[in-house]
């Protein structure tokens, strides 16, 4: 249970970044703690999008790996971001990805941050 709360806050701090830094990324909403609930909220989609539907892309991608060796996973990352704004809107959910280049480069950003922050509180598992 803690290796879901740590992953689901370390997604959540990597999505604020994002957010943060792309312009193209919008989480809009009143206060502070608006803002916090809707990004812990984010995170957990995003969690359910990469555990459910990303595996099955990658898989059905697999020529494409071999071909590009490996680099279609950025492009994997960027459209898993793409499909939780989806989710996120269709969820009533205060976040949005304007494109594909702010999602390719949000999903970079985030890829970098939380393996930043994995490293550092990660589990001892």
Known sequence: MKSFVVKTLINAVAIWV???IVDGITLS????WHKTLTVIAVALVFG???FLIKPLVKLLSLPL???TLGLITFVINALMLWLTS???DKIGLDFHVAGFWSALLGALIISVVSWGLNLAFGDDD
């Open 65 to 67: 790996f071999i071909l």
């Open 29 to 32: 909403g009143g206060d502070f």
């Open 18 to 20: 994002a957010a943060w």
């Open 48 to 50: 359910v999008v990469n």
């Open 86 to 88: 989806w989710t996120s």
